[in-house]
């Protein structure tokens, strides 16, 4: 498993910016594909991005498709998550994951293939 550490989080206006980071550590990094999830008071934890092990690939829940980038730093082991244009249903705590599921069989959106969780970082979205 790899040790995963989110920071970055915080109280923000609607419509201003964010940047999440996700530092790993243990273990070949650039073997992971990496996610992130989130989770909203009262609300089961949902996907919100992933990245490729080579960051070529990435895809986004709708909802925050043409606001959020994904993009990882395989020298620094460190994967973002920049946040634009933020809205209060954005509010939630924010998890980054990792998994070495690879091939067709991977769905990528879905928690349960991603085995190693950082602690969440607090984004609230409010006036």
């Known amino acids: 498993q790899v040790q995963l550490v989110e920071s970055g989080g915080g109280s923000v206006q609607p419509g201003r910016s964010l940047k999440l980071a996700c530092a790993a550590s243990g273990t070949t990094f650039s073997s992971y594909t990496m996610g992130w999830f989130r989770q909203a008071p009262g609300k089961e934890r949902e996907f919100v991005s992933v990245i490729s092990r080579g960051g070529v690939m990435t895809d986004y829940v709708e909802s925050v498709k043409g606001r959020f980038t994904m993009s990882r730093d395989n020298d620094k082991n460190t994967v973002y998550l920049q946040m634009n244009s933020l809205k209060p249903e954005d509010t939630a705590v924010y998890y980054c994951?990792?998994?070495?599921?690879?091939?067709?069989?991977?769905?990528?959106?879905?928690?349960?293939?991603?085995?190693?969780w950082g602690q969440g970082t607090q984004v609230t979205v409010s006036s």
């Open positions: 994951a990792a998994t070495d599921c690879s091939g067709s069989g991977c769905y990528l959106r879905n928690e349960t293939i991603f085995d190693s």
